[in-house]
C-alpha cells in the first residue's frame, strides 16, 4: 500500500529540495509527496512567508518539475477558504514531515501553522532538523498512553529496518498495576526483537517534557518517539528551543 507523505512547502524560507525527502524515504518503494503552502490555510495575520500567487506558482511548478526528474509521485492539496480541509488531508495521509526545525523558527512553529493543527492532525508527524541525517540514537516514551504506541508502530513502519543497528532507550513512567506491568515487558520484548540494542530508564509524571529534553540532551541527535505528550513540549518556547539546540528530532502521533 502507497505510503502519503505530507509536507509544507512554504515552512521555511530557502528552497526545498525534494532529493533529500527521495533519500529519507528511498526504501519505501511505494509513496508519495503532497505538498501544501501553510499560507493558504492559516489566517492572514500570521501569515508571515510574503510569498503571493506568482511565487507560488513558480515554487510549485520547481517542485514538480524535481519531482518528475526524480521519479517521484508529487502532488499538492488546494488552496481552501477554511483549514480543515489540511486536517482532513492529514487523516488520509501516513506522515506529515517538518523539516528544518532550528533555533530561530522553533519558538514560532505552533503559531506558524493552522489553529490547533497539532492537536487535530490525523496522522503522525515527523520534526526533524536534518533529513539526510534526522537520528543517531532513538527515545521511546512509555507512559501508558495509546498513542505513543500509535507513534512507535508508524515510526517502525517507516524506518524500523533502516534503524535495526541504532540504540533504543525506553523512558518509562512508574506503572500504576499489573497490567501495565506486563504491557512494558512486553514492549521491551518487542523492541529486543527489532533492535539489538535496548535499555530502559524510568521517569517521574511530574514535569515530565522537561524531564525528557533535559534527559535527551545526553544523546546525539535523538529522535523521541511520543504520543500526546510531545504537545506540551512543542508548546513551551523554552523546552521547544532547548530541543532544537541539542539537535532532537520529534516523531509524535495525537491519535
Given at each position: 500500500m502507497k505510503k502519503q507523505i505530507l509536507f509544507p512547502v512554504d515552512f521555511q524560507s530557502s528552497q526545498i529540495h525534494l532529493a533529500e525527502y527521495a533519500?529519507?524515504?528511498?526504501?519505501?518503494?511505494?509513496?508519495?509527496?503532497?505538498?501544501?503552502f501553510l499560507?493558504?490555510?492559516v489566517k492572514?495575520?500570521?501569515?508571515?512567508?510574503g510569498c503571493?500567487?506568482?511565487?507560488?506558482?513558480?515554487?510549485?511548478?520547481?517542485?514538480?518539475?524535481?519531482?518528475k526528474s526524480l521519479n517521484l509521485d508529487m502532488s499538492f492539496v488546494k488552496c481552501q477558504?477554511?483549514?480543515?480541509?489540511?486536517?482532513?488531508e492529514s487523516k488520509f495521509s501516513d506522515l506529515a514531515l517538518i523539516n528544518p526545525i532550528t533555533h530561530e523558527n522553533i519558538g514560532q512553529l505552533i503559531k506558524t501553522f493552522p489553529d490547533h493543527f497539532f492537536e487535530e492532525?490525523?496522522?503522525?508527524?515527523?520534526?526533524?532538523?536534518?533529513?539526510?541525517?534526522?537520528?543517531?540514537?532513538?527515545?521511546?516514551?512509555?507512559d501508558y498512553d495509546q498513542s505513543g504506541l500509535a507513534a512507535l508502530k508508524s515510526f517502525l513502519s517507516f524506518f524500523g529496518g533502516q534503524s535495526s543497528n541504532k540504540k533504543v532507550t525506553?523512558?518509562?513512567?512508574s506503572p500504576d498495576d499489573a497490567p501495565e506491568i506486563h504491557l512494558e515487558k512486553y514492549l521491551v520484548s518487542y523492541l529486543q526483537k527489532i533492535f539489538s540494542d535496548v535499555g530502559?530508564?524510568?521517569?517521574s509524571n511530574r514535569d515530565l517534557a522537561s524531564q525528557i529534553v533535559t534527559y535527551a540532551s545526553k544523546f546525539n541527535k535523538p529522535v523521541l518517539i511520543m504520543g500526546r505528550a510531545a504537545l506540551h513540549l512543542l508548546n513551551d518556547s523554552e523546552l521547544a528551543t532547548k530541543m532544537a539546540d541539542n539537535h532532537m528530532s520529534i516523531f509524535y502521533s495525537n491519535n
Open positions: 533519500k529519507l524515504f528511498a526504501h519505501i518503494d511505494n509513496k508519495s509527496f503532497t505538498g501544501f499560507r493558504d490555510f492572514p495575520a500570521k501569515s508571515k512567508s503571493n500567487e506568482s511565487d507560488k506558482s513558480a515554487i510549485q511548478t520547481s517542485l514538480e518539475d524535481e519531482a477558504t477554511s483549514s480543515n480541509s489540511l486536517v482532513n492532525v490525523g496522522c503522525p508527524i515527523f520534526i526533524s532538523e536534518d533529513l539526510l541525517h534526522p537520528y543517531e540514537e532513538i527515545l521511546v516514551l512509555f525506553i523512558l518509562t513512567v530502559i530508564v524510568p521517569m
